[in-house]
């Protein structure tokens, strides 16, 4: 199995270089999160960054940009190209096909989430030099190091069960986008509506007196849950002989 799947992320990793337009691409998709998130968002709140909870917009939202961009072409991509019969009737296991491009595009979203806050935080020790070294919280750093690779299974997995029911890249895309961001874009109106006309139900009062490390735990397990329930249902949704009938 796990050589199926270094199989399958090698091959994930050559189709993207070569890909027509993809250097482009690629410095289009890592340009904006590393301008919003790596440079204008921490200069922006100053050296109090590496001590607030701000640093997480970074472990939430990177790994999910990166994810719509990249995951949508692991199955719509070979559909298109007609290259997915080839990738099907190739003696690899279903698993090793699905768990490969899972995990190629895994890696993509949560090392790109890394250098992000890699970059953010040399940004904010450039633009404060004369405050000594500043760095992330223990707390902090492990908050961004375990939410961004879970969230980016999160945003991978649907991205991945996403194109596996897409005809086109673009189909996939939409789909994928209006899935991840729909809850956030929801919800986040209604906190603030809350916040806002009833203070003492706000997400702030709410959270003074939880303690950091046990919401830590509490995320993370909630996100894991959640992660092994997608890949799950990727599982059972990955059927090579219907998709072969598709081709």
């Keep these: 199995m796990i050589h199926e799947i270094a199989t399958v992320v090698w091959k994930e990793r050559r189709a993207v270089v070569r890909q027509p337009g993809s250097r482009t691409r690629i410095l289009f998709t890592i340009g904006v999160p590393i301008g919003v998130f790596g440079l204008y968002t921490p200069l922006s709140a100053g050296p109090d960054w590496v001590r607030q909870p701000d640093s997480l917009f970074i472990a939430v939202f990177v790994p999910m940009l990166l994810a719509m961009f990249t995951t949508p072409d692991s199955f719509a991509g070979e559909k298109e190209r007609r290259t997915l019969s080839t990738l099907l009737t190739s003696p690899l296991s279903d698993r090793g096909i699905l768990f ?82 729909s809850v956030p874009l929801l919800l986040g109106p209604v906190l603030l509506l ?51 009938t598709t081709q």
Excluded: H, Y
């Design 194 to 244: 809350v916040a806002n006309r009833w203070p003492e139900w706000g997400p702030q009062e709410i959270l003074r007196d939880v303690d950091p490390a046990l919401m830590l735990l509490v995320v993370a397990l909630t996100l894991l849950a959640i992660d092994v329930a997608l890949l799950t249902v990727g599982t059972v949704r990955f059927r090579r002989d219907r998709l072969i």
């Design 100 to 181: 490969g491009k899972v995990a190629f595009n895994v890696a993509l979203a949560w090392v790109f989430a890394l250098v992000t806050l890699l970059i953010a935080t040399v940004a904010v020790n450039i633009a404060n030099a004369d405050g000594g070294l500043l760095m992330l919280t223990p707390l902090l750093l492990a908050a961004n190091l375990l939410v961004s690779l879970l969230v980016a299974v999160l945003a991978v997995s649907v991205g991945v069960v996403t194109s596996l029911r897409s005809v086109t890249v673009q189909q996939a895309q939409q789909t994928l986008a209006a899935m991840l961001f």
